[in-house]
């Protein structure tokens, strides 16, 4: 004979189990634990958002004259959206999406400024407030040949 | 009648010991601890697992990386979150360490200490590190952040309370509540990106090299052979996270 209290405890149980269970299937997100500890299509998520960079190749056939200019010189391994910024409306829509055109001697001191810290045979610097303050950079060098 | 007592109770706590003793044994043949478990996870051997690769006497400070990452993932430029930022340290004659990062580096570095104090000074630039056991993954309450089958660390925006116990949880400090969405975000290695062929914007932009994106398990690739080629180290390798974002030239002051 099992005692009558063993009984009710059991309802009791069988409730409490059961509830979790419910709860459980209810609030569980869809594709919680199909890979891990984690909703699977959070990765979906995560991949879902358009790239803004799309880097130099992309420029060649509309900027054809820089892309030359740029290839020739020593700066031609900084990335073209290194220095305009991301590209990615202007490839598509350049008419309406213009992309910065870099300005003042500060933007090229952010690399070319005297610092103990840059490597020498990485960068050639300069104190720019001493060399030739009265101009603009661009004005003797060019951003895309510097040495033309 | 005491001295009989006394044997019933030794044989008895023998007899409890015994099962204990078999107990945990069992328990450890079945089913391993969990902490065990995940100390010992491995890479997969098939399928990418992704990292970085720093090197730290390449980078001359330009700040390209820090905007290019801002931009490419639309985290608004103020108040001064990143997702990754440079910093100059600066190692004095008398032993002292200056660290700076003037807006994470975004506008460039000015030099703060005169040369003839300096004994040594470097850029570092820092990311999440992504890494194989994450302190941030295993505080979460709600698996909102997880690490990914390639070996990127994410957050799922929909699911994160914004509770920020993944934020004190990583020791490299490189997550932080996005002002626009409220919830934590933190560098995903360009996931979006990586996961259609691209290589990351940060190293994208670079203007040296001093950042590799690869994918570990790809012996012909650029981050295998830069592993291979260099000595490297991991950020607090004494954590053991299992840090993939390998530096090469790091200097023991760095933290």
Redesign the interface.
Known sequence: MIPPQITRLSIVFAIIIGVFLVLRLILT?VS?GE?????AL??I?????????M?NESCQNCHELETEMHASDLHS???C??CH??AYLHNSKPDSFHLVKPEGR?FC???H???????GD??NQKIIAEHNPEYQCIECHNPHKPWE | MGVKKTKTDRREFLEKLAIIAGGVIAVSIVKPFGSILFAAVKRPETGPWYGMGINISKCIGCGNCVKACKSENDIPNEPFFFRTWVEQYTIKNDETVVVESPNGGMDGFSQSVPDEEIFRSFFVPKLCNQCAHSPCVQVCPVGATFESPEGVVLVDSKYCLGCRYCIQACPYGTRFINPVTNVVDKCTLCYHRIMNGQSTACALVCPTGARIFGDINDEEGELHAFLKENITHVLKAHLNTGSKVYYKDLSPNVH
């Open positions: 997100p919680f890979k891990g500890h984690y909703r959070a990765l998520d995560n991949m879902d958002h358009e790239m803004h960079y880097g391994d900084l990335p959206e290194g910024g991301p500060q001191a952010k690399c400024e005297q610092n103990a810290a840059r490597p990485l960068i």
